[in-house]
């Protein structure tokens, strides 16, 4: 996208409410009339919709289902998502920030842990006031895709489903109602989810690395009614956790005063479970608290209605080919452990959005700086998800892993800059995810250094009080030995 003048470009950055936000001139003149193709107009597309509007090129979005806004159910993947930093960060650019926090988002201080035997405690996520939001994927989907819609150089095309693209070109075929219809742009923008059909086309291309992981667990939604009073069933602030070694369920709040239940656990187990009684003989054993806010019938209803979905994680690299660059769950979808596949991907769209300010719109310089910055991140999320797998369903019951982040946030309320808990790096700031590791990692070595000290120290002071009970030794023997001691300390 060199830069290019005409006519219609000086006429849309006169108009200024095209562009809004803080892109300059210079920036929508250099853009001219070039028009992006985004393929998906799911959370990452619609995301990116909006941000390229209000650089002045000509935005079209193809999406394979029908515009959500008019259905009455939509099918797919989780009710509602947990929002934190990163994600409020990229809607915050686009002026979207306040809107769904404000106005929709159900603040969750912390981790509610739900025991077998019904005692719940609460984990904060991070220090007093700090939380996540529930917010739901519908609500969030649409907002975007109404935002993008009122750009006038933004053109929505929904029953689109991508068939075949050439990613040199820019040249796509789609499938719509049918018929098939053909397509040219200067950017392809693959934002089509996990299963991407850009990305399919790029693994065409000679070395593109790839890699995909499904994990044994499958998930199901089920729902947590309102009470009789209307009222939410639980206490609404907190996402609420039935950790059970090789299984889990938890549950985020939604804006009707509903839960959304979400059950983790290995195919295996959810075909084990074939009839009521074996259901709910399941859930005695294992959630009991959770019957009566379900209620039995609706837990059967449901349970047995729906089918569990798999969850896969992908790695690959590069992310760009001439014309095309993957984003979201396209280029790196996780396992949803961490919260973090949406907050990912629309931190991708900050990126781009910085590089392409960066390189004046020069996409030969934009794509392959996306590549390199953003791969190192994308995997390194992916492999904390997959880490925080085990965390959820397991650790959170650990004795060790309770005083770990006791003695984390104890550490973080007095030295704030430099003690940040792997958790509230992630979740609270946009450290870039590998640093974030690599700084855990140090705080790892540090929390060792120190464990191994202090043992070092009982075990002198030990040995200490056992040499001076000792009545039968004699008195130059302790003074031999402390002068041994004092020699080696000096090293001789
Ligand atoms: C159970 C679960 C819970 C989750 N919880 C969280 C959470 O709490 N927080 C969080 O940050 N993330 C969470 N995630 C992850 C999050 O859902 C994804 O990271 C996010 O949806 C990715 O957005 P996307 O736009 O890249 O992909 P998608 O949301 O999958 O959107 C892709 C879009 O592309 C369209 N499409 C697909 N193929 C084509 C084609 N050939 N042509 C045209 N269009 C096409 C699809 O119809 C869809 O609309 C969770 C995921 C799961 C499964």
Redesign the pocket.
């Known amino acids: 996208m060199g830069p290019q003048k005409s006519a219609e470009v000086s006429r849309i950055t006169e108009d200024g409410d095209m562009m809004g936000g803080d892109v300059s001139d210079d920036l929508i003149i250099a853009s001219g009339e070039r028009k992006v193709a985004i393929?998906?107009?799911?959370?990452?597309?619609a995301l990116n919709a909006c941000y390229l509007a209000r650089r002045g090129v000509e935005v079209h979005v193809?999406?394979?289902?029908g515009d959500i806004r008019q259905m009455e159910h939509v099918p797919g993947?989780?009710i509602n998502?947990?929002?934190s930093h990163r994600?409020r960060s990229a809607l915050a650019r686009v002026g979207l920030e306040d809107l769904v926090i404000q106005q929709h988002g159900i603040p969750m201080y912390g981790r509610m842990i739900h025991a077998t035997d019904g005692r719940k405690k609460v984990i904060p996520y991070g220090k007093a006031g700090q939380c996540i939001y529930s917010v739901g994927?519908r609500y969030l989907n649409e907002t975007m895709l109404s935002e993008a819609e009122t750009h006038p150089n933004v053109h929505l095309h929904f029953n689109?489903?991508?068939l075949h693209s050439d990613l040199k070109t820019g040249h796509m075929v789609?499938e719509s109602n049918g018929q098939e219809v053909q397509a040219d742009a200067d950017l392809i923008l693959g934002?089509?989810?996990?299963?991407?059909?850009v990305r399919r086309q790029m693994m065409k291309a000679p070395r593109f690395n790839y890699s995909q992981t499904y994990i044994p667990h499958g998930?199901m939604e089920l729902c947590i009614p309102p009470t009789a009073t209307g009222q939410f069933a639980m206490e609404p602030n907190y996402l609420h956790i039935w950790p059970r070694g090789e299984f889990m369920m938890i549950a985020l709040p939604n804006q009707d005063r509903t839960w959304t239940v979400?059950l983790f656990m290995p195919f295996a187990v959810f075909d084990r479970i074939t009839t009521p009684d074996e259901l709910l003989e399941f859930f005695r054993e294992n959630y009991r608290d959770a019957i009566p806010l379900i209620g039995e019938e609706k837990l059967i209803k449901d349970f047995f209605s729906n089918r569990a979905?798999p969850?896969v994680s992908v790695k690959c690299s590069p992310y760009h080919s001439p014309k095309a660059l993957i984003?979201?769950?396209?280029a790196h979808?996780?396992v949803?452990f961490y919260?973090?596949?949406?907050?990912?991907?629309f931190e991708d769209c900050l990126l781009l959005d910085d590089l392409l300010t960066k390189h004046d719109m020069d996409l030969e310089r934009v794509l392959p700086e996306y590549t390199e910055v953003r791969n190192p991140d994308a995997e390194a999320i992916c492999d904390l998800a997959m880490y925080n797998y085990v965390e959820m369903r397991h650790l959170v019951n650990s004795r060790a892993f309770l005083m770990r982040k006791a003695l984390d946030s104890f550490l973080h309320t007095f030295f704030p800059n430099s003690w940040t808990p792997l958790y509230s790096m992630v979740s609270f700031t946009r450290v870039r995810y590998h640093q974030a590791i690599a700084h855990k990692e140090r705080q790892d070595k540090i929390v060792f250094g120190g464990v191994m000290t202090l043992a070092a120290a009982l075990a002198a002071g030990v040995a200490y009080l056992a040499q001076r009970g000792d009545l039968w030794r004699s008195a130059t023997e302790v003074v031999n030995e402390q002068a041994r001691l004092a020699l080696s300390r000096l090293g001789l």
């Open positions: 393929v998906g107009g799911g959370l990452v597309g193809y999406e394979y289902r993947r989780s998502l947990a929002l994600g994927r689109h489903k991508l789609f934002c089509d989810g996990a299963y991407s059909a998930y979400t979905s969850l984003m979201g769950d396209a979808a996780m949803p919260g973090q596949g949406m907050n990912a991907g």
